[in-house]
């Protein structure tokens, strides 16, 4: 292959956050001079794993720091389907949380499904339940899947508002990245390819992509020449891999081979980021809906 000796810019998705979290701050301040309340986030933990208790702390501090209202449920592992169910059934009705998130994964003897359907889906801000997936497929008003929303932010920051006949490729079919992701490409008339571990051609595929958005969870997956040169590309993987002894994070795109792309999201600092920082908006545009106001 010959050198193409460009250097794709890189999608700070760090600075996009922050950026962001000061706009919420500042709608925070103007809704609760108007309301005389603050939105409220209620974000359940159930069991220790070290990397859940790491982001529902970074959760945590950062919808304090916006002026919300944090509320902070860290439950036993060995909390039962019925004790769940019922701080669910609690909070769907707490006039002071307009926003519930339950941090996935549950420990094995829970029915996450289960706990995710149970959730009030005005205030399902992770947009995983069936009601908001049903929303987003057909154009209603919908709490959209935070990673997605975010992903769309980048892409729109960066190539401009209108997408209109791009080709898309999703790369991954998860019910809380892929899927909601292709949808809300179509929604912005893209035409959409979605690709996943049974697709045939699947680097023939990703070359025809202006847009490439890959959330596969295999590090290193897409390598330099399934990436057409100029591509906008957005890597939602998290991976943590050992490497000269060292554990670090690297996403599901080759980035040192991806020179050639137009932009590219980097991992850490890109899409993850961003995933708080658009549960945070949809804690905000919940309470809003919740509430019949808006923070215009
Ligand atoms: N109900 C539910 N909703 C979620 O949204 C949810 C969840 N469960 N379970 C776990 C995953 C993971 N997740 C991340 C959020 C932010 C970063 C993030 O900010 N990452 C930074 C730092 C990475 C690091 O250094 O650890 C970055 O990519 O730059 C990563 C991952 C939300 N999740």
């Known amino acids: 292959m010959d050198r193409i000796a460009r250097s794709a810019a890189i999608i ?26 603050v939105p409220g986030l209620a974000v359940v933990l159930v069991g220790s794993d070290p990397a859940s208790t790491v982001y529902v702390g970074s959760k945590h501090r950062q919808t304090t720091a916006a ?38 994964p549950l420990p094995a003897h829970l029915d996450a499904g289960a706990v995710i359907q149970e959730i009030n889906p005005d205030k399902d801000v992770d947009g995983f339940h069936v009601s908001n997936a049903g929303r987003l497929a057909t154009g209603s008003p919908a709490l959209v899947p935070c990673t997605p929303l975010g992903c769309m932010m980048l892409l729109k920051d ?9 080709h898309a490729v999703v790369v ?8 909601p992701m292709a949808q809300l490409l179509l929604a912005e008339n893209c035409t959409v390819t979605v ?18 958005v890959v959330a596969a969870g295999r590090p290193g997956l897409v390598r330099g020449d399934w990436i057409k040169p100029g591509a906008a590309v957005i890597d939602v993987g998290i991976n943590r891999v050992e490497q000269d002894g060292k554990s670090r994070i690297v996403g599901d795109v080759a ?29 905000v545009t919940a309470f809003c809906r919740l509430n019949n106001t808006s923070a215009a």
Do not use: W
């Open 12 to 37: 700070d998705g760090k600075q996009f956050a922050a950026d962001l979290l000061g706009d919420i701050r500042l709608k925070v301040a103007t809704l609760k001079e108007n309301t005389g309340k």
């Open 67 to 104: 002026g919300m209202n944090s509320f902070k449920y860290e439950l036993p592992a060995e909390t039962t389907q019925q004790e769940l169910m019922a701080l669910i059934d609690r909070l769907n009705v707490d006039p002071q949380v307009h926003g519930i998130l339950v941090q996935l």
């Open 158 to 166: 960066r190539l401009g508002p209108d997408l209109a006949g791009l």
């Open 172 to 179: 991954g079919k998860s019910n809380i990245v892929g899927k």
């Open 195 to 212: 690709v996943h571990s049974r697709t045939r051609n699947t680097a023939e595929l990703c070359r025809a992509a202006d847009i490439l």
């Open 255 to 283: 980035f040192d081979e991806a020179g050639h792309a137009g932009a590219i999201t980097p991992v850490p600092g890109g899409v993850g980021p961003m995933t708080i920082a658009c549960l945070l908006s949809n804690t």
